[in-house]
C-alpha cells in the first residue's frame, strides 16, 4: 500500500528535491550576473540584504541572491564552486533540517549558503563541530568567504580567555564544539556580573556530525562540578573484597543488560566482611553502593574497550564513537571504583554546581538545523525529541561503491586471521585498505597481526585530531593500510591516489558490526566519494558483543551441524539481514532509552529554566527591589496560613509562635507582642507587618543609601539561589537514583519523579525565598559591598573594584558539607561558608 502511494504521489524526499530544484534554476540564473561583479560590488551586497531584512523582506525572499552571492564569493577565495546538490543541502539547512549529505559530497561548504544568509539577521550563527581541529579548520578556511562578504568570524575555544570567549560571540559566525558552547552556557549562568556573560541570546545553530551529538552523546550530562570532602578509603576497601568474589557462587552478570547483582551467598559474605547485620538496611546504602560499583568496575567495565589508564589516569573511551572524552569522569563513584581496581590515586568525588544534556541544551535555539552522512536511520528520534526533519540530498555523481555480504566465523581470532589476510591480498596489488575497529584494544591487536606479517600501517585512535585528519586523508594513496576506531579522522575527505580507481579504489574492512547500522554506514562511507570506486565487507565473528546478545546460538549451532571450520566463514545475505534486524531492534531499544531519559531531564530542564530566568532578570534589573519584596509577601503569608488558620477558631491560633517567626525573620525583636495581633483577622496582621517591613525596608536604604541598598539585594537573591539550587540538584539525582524502586510498588516512577520533583522544587522556591527575607531584613549590611565576596562568605575589602576580581568558585576542604560552619553560625558548613 505504502509503494503505491508513493507511486501515485511520489516520496516525500523527492518532492521536497523537486521543488528546491527550481530555486537552483533561479540561482543559476544568476551566476553569469553576479560573476561580473567587481569585489567591491560583492562585498556591498551583504549590506544590501541587511538593509532590505530590515525593512521586511524574509530570508527566504533574499536566498536566491544570498546563494549566488556566497556561490561567487567561494569561486574567487576558494576556487570551489558550490554544486546544484549543495545548494539543496544550504536550503534544507536554512529549513531547520538535517541535511543527509554523503562523505565527500562537500558538507563544509554547503554548511557556508545557510551560515551566511542567517547571518544577514544580525543575531549570531553557530556552527557546531565535535572537536577543536575541526572547528578552526572550518573557521580558518571558510571565513575567507565570510570575511570577502564583510562578516566577522569567530572561534570559541576550550582555553580561551573570558575576553576572547566574548569577542567570538559577537561575531555574526562563531566555530566552536558542542562541548564549549554548552559549558559557556552553564558558566553564563553562574556570573556574578551580566558584564561577565559572553554568549547572546541562542538563535541559529548548524550541527555538524549531527548524528554523533544529538543521538551519541544526547545522554551524556555537560556537568561543572566542585570538590567535597569524603573519603575514598571506602573504594579501595570495597574493591579488595570484590576481588575475593566469585561468578555464579557471589554474583551474576547479566551480559545483555550489562548488569551485575550480589547472590545471597554473596550478600552474607558482604555482611559477614563489613560486621553488619543487614546490607540492605537504610544505614547501609553507602557500603552496598560501593560494593555495587567495585563489581561494575571490575566485572563490567574492561580497560582498553571502556576507558583506557593514561598518565595515572582513567580517561573514559566513548562507547559509540571509540573517542577518548578527556575530562570527563563516570558518575555515582563509578570512576573512583575503577581508579581503585586499577590501583591509581582515587580521585575526590565531586558535587553538582550546573549541568545540562546536549538534548536540552540544543533544544534552546530558535532554528537547528544538521549535517551528516547517516542520519535517516534515526529520523524518528531527530523528529520527536528535537522537531528535524532529515533531507536526503543526492550525490552530485552517481555512487559506484560495491558493498559485500558479512562474512561470519566461529572465533573472534579466526576472524581477525581472516581480514589480515585479505589486508595482505589487497596490498600486494598496491590497493588501500582502511579498516575499521570498534574499540582501541582491537586496533592494537589488528596491528600486531599486520606486524608479524610485514605489513606498513597506521593506528588512529582519535586522540590526535589534527594528526589524524592529516593521515585519514592520506588513506585512499597506493598501498596505504590504515587502522581507525569509528570516530578517528571523522569529517576528513579521503582522496584516491594516482593509479587507485584502476586498482578497485578504497576498500573498507569492518571488524564488527556496531549496535547501530548509522556508525557502520559512516565507515561504509568513506569509500566511493563524489563517484569514485570503492568497496566494503564487514567481518564478524559468533563471539562479536553483538551476535552474543541477539542469536549468535543459532547460528553457532548451523554451523555445527554443516561442519564447519574455525577458519571457514559463512557469507550469506540471510546472515546480513538477520544482523540488521538485531542492529534495528538495538536502534530501537536505545531510543527508548534515551526518550526515557530525556522525559526525566525534561523534569530539571523545566525547573533549571525557571531559575536562569531568574537570575538572569536579576543580574540585567537595575533596580530588584519588586522582585525581593515579592519573596517577602509568600513567607509572611506561610508564616501567618500556619498560624492563623482559617479553619481554626481564633483561640487556637498560635499568636505566640507567629510574633516569634516575624522577629526571627523580618522585624526587631520587640516591634510586636502577640496581643498587638489578638482580634484581628489574618488580611489585618498580613497588612500590619508589611506595613512595618516597608517601613525597615525604607530605613536600611536610607541609611546605606540607594545604590548599596541595590547591590546588597543582588546579593543576597544571588547567593541565596545559587547555593539553594545547588543543593536541589544533588536532592533530585538522589531522587532519581532511587526512584526506579517505586515500580515495584505498581507506581509509575516517572510520574512518582516528576510529581516529588515538583514537590521539591516548590520546597526550594520557599526556602530562596525565606533565606532572601531573613536576609534583606536581618544582615547587617555593608558599605563598598563586592559581589565576588559576599557569595563566596569572604570578608570585603572596601576599594576594591568588583570589575576587577576574578569570579572564583571555592572548594570545600576537609570540612564535611553536612558539618557546623567553622565560622560560629550554627549553620552547616554548605549553607554558609561552603556555598561557593
Same mark, same amino acid.
Not at 527550481?22 to 561580473?36: A, H
Not at 579501595?236 to 555464579?248: I, P, Y
Not at 520533583?757 to 555593608?782: D, L, P, R, W
Given at each position: ?100 549529505? $554523503? ?6 561548504? /554547503? ?7 542567517? !547571518? #544577514? @539577521?544580525?543575531? *549570531? +550563527? ?117 576481588? $575475593? ?6 554474583? /551474576? ?7 551485575? !547483582? #550480589? @547472590?545471597?551467598? *554473596? +550478600? ?569
Amino acid at each position: 500500500m505504502l509503494g503505491l502511494v508513493k507511486k501515485v504521489f511520489g516520496d516525500s524526499n523527492e518532492r521536497d528535491i523537486k521543488r528546491m530544484m527550481k530555486t537552483v534554476e533561479r540561482i543559476n540564473e544568476m551566476e553569469l550576473r553576479f560573476s561580473g561583479l567587481s569585489d567591491e560590488q560583492l562585498l556591498a551586497k551583504t549590506d544590501e540584504y541587511k538593509e532590505r531584512y530590515a525593512k521586511g523582506e524574509t530570508l527566504e525572499d533574499l536566498m536566491p541572491e544570498a546563494f549566488a552571492t556566497v556561490r561567487e564569493a567561494a569561486k574567487r577565495t576558494l576556487g570551489q564552486r558550490h554544486f546544484d546538490v549543495q545548494l539543496v543541502g544550504g536550503m534544507a539547512l536554512h529549513e531547520g533540517r538535517i541535511a543527509e549529505m $554523503k562523505t565527500g559530497e562537500g558538507k563544509t561548504l /554547503t554548511g557556508t549558503l545557510s551560515v551566511y544568509l542567517n !547571518a #544577514l @539577521t544580525g543575531q *549570531g +550563527v553557530h556552527l557546531v563541530t565535535v572537536n577543536d581541529y575541526l572547528a578552526t579548520v572550518g573557521a580558518e578556511q571558510m571565513g575567507k568567504i565570510y570575511n570577502f562578504l564583510g562578516l566577522t568570524v569567530g572561534l570559541n575555544l576550550h582555553d580561551m580567555s573570558h575576553d576572547e570567549k566574548q569577542q567570538a560571540y559577537a561575531c555574526d559566525i562563531t566555530y566552536g564544539t558542542n562541548n564549549e558552547f554548552g559549558f559557556d552556557y552553564l558558566r553564563d549562568n553562574m556570573v556574578l556580573y551580566k558584564e561577565q556573560m559572553v554568549q547572546r541570546p541562542l538563535y541559529y545553530a548548524i550541527v555538524d556530525e549531527v548524528d554523533s551529538i544529538l543521538i551519541d552523546e544526547a545522554r551524556t550530562p555537560l556537568i561543572i562540578s566542585g570538590q567535597a570532602a569524603k573519603s575514598t578509603e571506602m573504594y579501595s576497601t570495597a574493591d579488595r573484597f570484590v576481588n $575475593k568474589l566469585k561468578q555464579d557462587t557471589d554474583y /551474576t552478570v547479566d551480559i545483555k543488560l550489562k548488569s551485575v !547483582a #550480589l @547472590t545471597e551467598e *554473596g +550478600v552474607a559474605k558482604a555482611e559477614r566482611a563489613f560486621s553488619v547485620d543487614n546490607l540492605y538496611s537504610h544505614e547501609h546504602v553507602t557500603l552496598n553502593h560501593h560494593i555495587v560499583q567495585a563489581l561494575k568496575a571490575n566485572v563490567i567495565m574492561k580497560r582498553d574497550v571502556d576507558y583506557v589508564v593514561q598518565d595515572e589516569e582513567v580517561v573514559i573511551v566513548d562507547e559509540f564513537t571509540g573517542r577518548l572524552m578527556t575530562g570527563r569522569r563516570y558518575s555515582e563513584g563509578l570512576h573512583q571504583a575503577i581508579e581503585a581496581k586499577e590501583q591509581i590515586k582515587i580521585q575526590n568525588e565531586s558535587m553538582t554546581l550546573a549541568t545540562i544534556t546536549f538534548q536540552n541544551y540544543f533544544r534552546m535555539y530558535k532554528k537547528l538545523a544538521g549535517m551528516t552522512g547517516t542520519a535517516k536511520t534515526e529520523e524518528e528520534e531527530f523528529k520527536k525529541i528535537y522537531g528535524l526533519e532529515v533531507l536526503v540530498v543526492p550525490t552530485n555523481k552517481p555512487m559506484i561503491r560495491k558493498d559485500m555480504p558479512d562474512v561470519v566465523y566461529k572465533t573472534e581470532m579466526s576472524k581477525f586471521r581472516a581480514a589480515v589476510n585479505e589486508i595482505v591480498d589487497r596490498h600486494k596489488v598496491n590497493q588501500p585498505v582502511l579498516v575499521g575497529t570498534v574499540s582501541i584494544e582491537h586496533s592494537e591487536l589488528l596491528s600486531e597481526l599486520l606486524k608479524k606479517k610485514g605489513i606498513k600501517h597506521q593506528v588512529l585512535n582519535a586522540k590526535y585530531h589534527r594528526e589524524e585528519a592529516e593521515i585519514v586523508s592520506l588513506a585512499g594513496q597506493p598501498g596505504a593500510v590504515t587502522i581507525a576506531t569509528n570516530m578517528a579522522g571523522r569529517g576528513t575527505d579521503i582522496l584516491l591516489g594516482e593509479g587507485v580507481p584502476e586498482l578497485g579504489g578504497l576498500h573498507i574492512i569492518g571488524t564488527e558490526r556496531h549496535e547501530s547500522r548509522r556508525i557502520d554506514n559512516q565507515l561504509r562511507g568513506r569509500s566511493g566519494r563524489q563517484g569514485d570506486p570503492g568497496s566494503s565487507q564487514f567481518y564478524i565473528s559468533l563471539e562479536d558483543e553483538l551476535m552474543r546478545r541477539f542469536g549468535a546460538e543459532n547460528i553457532m549451532g548451523m554451523m555445527d551441524r554443516f561442519g564447519f571450520e574455525e577458519d571457514q566463514p559463512i557469507e550469506s545475505k540471510l546472515v546480513s539481514k538477520a544482523i540488521e534486524s538485531a542492529q534495528k531492534r538495538v536502534e530501537g531499544n536505545n531510543f527508548d532509552v534515551r526518550k526515557v531519559v530525556l522525559q526525566y531531564d525534561d523534569v530539571m530542564n523545566q525547573q533549571r529554566n525557571i531559575i536562569y530566568k531568574q537570575r538572569k532578570e536579576v543580574l540585567e534589573s537595575e533596580n530588584i527591589r519588586g522582585i525581593v519584596e515579592g519573596m517577602l509577601e509568600p513567607v509572611l503569608d506561610r508564616a501567618i496560613a500556619a498560624n492563623m488558620a482559617k479553619e481554626q477558631i481564633p483561640e487556637e491560633w498560635d499568636l505566640e509562635a507567629l510574633v516569634r517567626y516575624i522577629h526571627g525573620t523580618f522585624l526587631p525583636e520587640g516591634t510586636f507582642t502577640k496581643e498587638d495581633l489578638w482580634g484581628k483577622e489574618p488580611e489585618e496582621v498580613i497588612e500590619l507587618v508589611q506595613e512595618k517591613i516597608k517601613k525597615l525596608y525604607d530605613e536600611r536604604e536610607e541609611q546605606i543609601g540607594p545604590e548599596n541598598m541595590r547591590e546588597f539585594e543582588k546579593v543576597v537573591v544571588l547567593r541565596a539561589v545559587d547555593s539553594k539550587w545547588m543543593d536541589h540538584i544533588d536532592a533530585m539525582d538522589q531522587l532519581r537514583q532511587g526512584i526506579h524502586l517505586r515500580a515495584y510498588g505498581g507506581t509509575d516512577p516517572l510520574r512518582e519523579y516528576q510529581f516529588e520533583g515538583f514537590e521539591m522544587f516548590q520546597e526550594m522556591v520557599e526556602s530562596v525565598q525565606e533565606e532572601v527575607s531573613k536576609y534583606i531584613m536581618k544582615a547587617q549590611v555593608e558599605v563598598n559591598l563586592e559581589r565576588e565576596a559576599v557569595a563566596e562568605g569572604q570578608a570585603v575589602t572596601p576599594g576594591e573594584s568588583a570589575e576587577k576580581r576574578p569570579v572564583k568558585k571555592k572548594e570545600a576542604e576537609k570540612i564535611g558539607r553536612n558539618d557546623p560552619c567553622p565560622c560560629g553560625s550554627g549553620k552547616k558548613y554548605k549553607h554558609c561558608h561552603g556555598l561557593a
